[in-house]
């Protein structure tokens, strides 16, 4: 389980303070949510896409843009959701 910080992935109805629970797993499908640690120092939650000669991790939100990590560890894939702040 890992609690969300930040509003990057709302428009997949991840929002901050929720709760997700993932499949650990260093593979991910085109179109996966995945938790990813990019460039040895961040931990972020983004959608997956593999192209030609590079990864796009890419937020659900239109305020953000996508991120092309130079180097990148698929730490999981997002199974479930938890919201635990309702109001």
């Known amino acids: ?19 997700i629970i993932v499949e650990k797993t260093e593979y991910a499908k085109n179109g996966d949510i995945v938790v990813a640690l990019i460039n040895d120092d961040e931990t972020t939650v983004k959608r997956f896409f593999k192209e030609k000669n590079r990864i796009r991790l890419q937020p ?15 730490l999981g894939v997002v199974k479930t959701l938890i919201r635990t702040d309702v109001s």
Not at 2 to 15: E, F, H, P, T
Not at 60 to 74: D, L, Q, R
């Open 1 to 19: 389980m890992l609690k969300v910080k930040g509003d990057s992935m709302i428009n997949a109805g991840i929002y901050d303070k929720d709760t």
């Open 60 to 74: 659900e939100n239109e305020a953000y843009s996508p991120i092309y990590p130079e180097n990148i560890s698929i």
